[in-house]
Every structure is written in C-alpha cells, then in structure tokens.
C-alpha cells in the first residue's frame, strides 16, 4: 500500500466535510425534535452486538450485510449493525419491558457489506422511529404520516406511497398448502413478476383451481386505489384475513389522501420487500426521478420473541445523507448561515456575550494571515466609536 493509498476510503464509504457535516446535524435534530413533538423517545444503541441480537427476529435477512469480527473477551461473533431495528425491539421488549404503545425513535450509522445497489452507499446514517406494542391500523397510520411529516421537513413535493400487504400472499400459499420450497420459489417469481412463469409453477403444481386462479392474478392486481374493488372480487375465496388485509389498505391510503392530498398512492397486492422479516402492511416513499425508495418500514409483529417478549410493532426509517441531499435541492430551505470574524483586538467579553446570544465566532490567532472571508466568515467585528459592532464583510 502506497501512502496515498492510506488516505482512501473503501468504496461505498464516505465522510462528511464541515460545512455539509453542520447541516447533517442540523437536520438530524430537527428530525429528532419532529419525533419528540410525537412522542417517540430517542435510543441509542451500540453499534456492536453479539451477531444473534443483530438478526434475531429477522431470520437470516440481514446476515450477508452485517460486518463480522470476534469478540477478543469472549471468542463470540460480533456484529456492526446493518440495520437498527433489530437493537431498538430489544431495547423495547427486554431493556424497557414495559405494558402498552411505547414509542422509539434513533438516528445512528449503519454499515453494509455490499450496496443495496448500484453505486449506492455502504455508510448510511438511519434515522427512524418504531411503535411497540398496538396491532391496529391505527399504528400503521401514525407511523406512515410521521414518515411524510418528515419528509415535508426537506421540502419533498410529490411523494407517491407504495402499500402492499405481505399477509396476502402469505395466507394464499398457506391455502394452496405450498411446502416452503414452493412458498420461496412462487416469492422469487412474484418479486420479478414473471408472469409467466408464476402461471407455469402454479399450474405444475396439484392446487385447487380457484387457489391458483388467486396467486396467478396477485402480480396483476396493482394500481391506484380503485384497484382493490377489483382485488375483492379476484380474491373473493380466499381467506378472510385476505380480505382484512384489503380492508388495512384501504383505510390507510384514504386516511392518508385525506390528510394529504398531494400524496400519489400506488397499491401492488404482490409486494413483498421484506416478506420473511414483515407480517402486515408495507409502505415505501418514492420521490419523481428517483428510482430507490426515499424512505420505507412496514409492520413487523412479533419481534421481540427472540428477546423473550413478543410485541407487535411497526416502524420506518430513511436515510439522512439522502434526506440532506433532498433538502440541498430546495432552494426554499436554504438560510444563510451568519459566521462573525473577531480581530486580535476584540476583548473576550465582546466575544462571550456574542456566543451567548447564539452567534457563532471565529477568533483571529496571532501570526494568521487568512482572511476572514477565507474562513468562512459573512460578518466581522468591527469598532466604531469605543463600541464594537457586527457588520457584514465588503
């Protein structure tokens, strides 16, 4: 390795410089303050865990993007988390362990081994707020219209919710009386929506005919909200947590579209991001231009089994670089930052009460020869008459 080499990060893992890093922070806890107002409350959890924490509850969903190394106390895998919610539902079931709704919220690095996609980053910081302990849909309405509430905060126009059910297909292959094999290959196919070759499984397998009739038609059933009339009549023998499951997606996108009309709404019965980690409704943000989801979480009950309590819950997370991107683009939240340079001869008290009162300072240093404007400052202190004054630079 060549020394310049030393000063590279490895692909997919960035830093953040000062200027933007103040505005990352800004926006973190304007976020935060958004969920106070909600009253979720903030977590924090380690960033390493025992690798059994880290994918309890979620089967092996998240095991080939966790970071591994060895505990030298122990000899036990450690983990760097990959995912959040994992730690925040073993705070909630064992660490809390308290009766009724609790409400959670973090923001903290998470770390993939591999891009979700292309070019996509390894280094998130996920901010994002869960709700423990409520099975309605109820809780799924509160946490999807904090998700939009924060994504009004960097001035996101023109959202369109994605709504899916994972209940759907889940009950349906029960029904068919799939073997898991059948579930996960019939799964694969429907995340593609191979048609076709949904039709080719489903007929080469010995399903009632009115079984197969259902899982041919979920890849087609997706559109607006109009699309669940015709989903009822589709889906019309199947079980009736099927049609519980249209009833959950119909109150929530008309609560929604009620409370904020200029949401897009996008309904695909074959969704099933997720599938072996969710167990009800799944949502995701989508912004125009913009081909990955802004933000996204669903329902995922039961959690906290592996931690000894099991609880119903139901959460959303994002990315705060990618939110700070958005923000970046809207001209409209963009402030003036005001930074005073302080000359050698400015007495501390001068300074002191200036900090005091909020402003930020920068003190010239003997021997400094930079300009204040060089150092990012758009006000200087200047004297005028025995007084020292603020005054724009130029």
């Not at 895998?77 to 009724?100: E, F, M, S, W």
């Not at 280094?123 to 904090?146: K, R, T």
């Not at 002191?352 to 404007?373: D, F, I, N, Y």
Request: net charge negative; aromatic share 6%; with cysteine.
């Amino acid at each position: 390795m060549t020394v310049a080499d030393r000063w590279l990060l490895p692909d997919g893992i960035e830093e953040i410089l000062p200027g933007k890093a103040r505005s990352a922070e800004k926006l973190r806890r304007d976020i935060l303050d958004l969920f106070d107002r909600w009253g979720y409350q903030l977590v924090i959890p380690p960033h390493l865990e025992f690798m059994e924490s880290l994918t309890a509850g979620v089967g092996h969903d998240l095991d080939l993007q966790i970071f591994k190394v060895t505990d030298q106390l122990t000899g036990r895998t450690l983990g760097l988390r990959a995912d959040t919610t994992p730690a925040v539902a073993r705070i909630d079931a064992h660490a809390l362990n308290q009766d009724g709704p609790v409400r959670l919220c973090y923001s903290g690095s998470v770390f993939h081994t591999r891009p979700a996609t292309l070019g996509a980053s390894r280094s998130l910081i996920q901010i994002g707020a869960e709700l423990y302990g409520h099975s309605g849909v109820e809780s799924d309405l509160e946490v999807i219209a904090l998700m939009l509430e924060t994504l009004g905060r960097v001035g996101a126009e023109s959202v369109n919710l994605d709504l899916g059910h994972v209940q759907i297909y889940r009950l349906l292959a029960h029904q068919a009386g799939l073997t898991d094999a059948q579930e996960h290959e019939l799964f694969d196919a429907l995340q593609r929506k191979a048609i076709s070759e949904i039709e080719q499984l489903v007929n080469q397998w010995d399903i009632d005919k009115d079984v197969a009739a259902m899982l041919n038609a979920l890849p087609q059933l997706a559109g607006d909200i109009d699309i669940l009339d015709r989903a009822r009549a589709a889906l019309e023998k199947a079980p009736k947590g099927v049609q519980v499951a249209l009833d959950e997606l119909e109150s929530i996108a008309r609560d929604i579209s009620a409370r904020y009309p200029g949401t897009g709404f996008y309904l695909d019965l074959g969704e099933l991001r997720g599938y072996n980690y969710h167990t009800g409704v799944v949502f995701a943000a989508y912004l125009p231009d913009q081909g990955q989801a802004i933000a996204k979480g669903g329902r995922y009950d039961g959690i906290g089994e592996a931690f000894g309590r099991s609880r119903p819950a139901t959460g959303f997370s994002t990315d705060l670089k990618a939110l700070l991107e958005l923000q970046a683009g809207n001209v409209s939240e963009q402030t003036e930052e005001l930074t005073v340079f302080a000359p050698l001869d400015v007495d501390a008290g001068t300074v002191q009460s200036l900090r005091q009162q909020g402003q930020r300072v920068v003190c010239q240093l003997p021997g400094q020869k930079t300009e204040a404007a060089g150092m990012g400052c758009n006000r200087q202190l200047v004297c005028r008459d025995g007084k020292w004054l603020v005054e724009p630079i130029g």
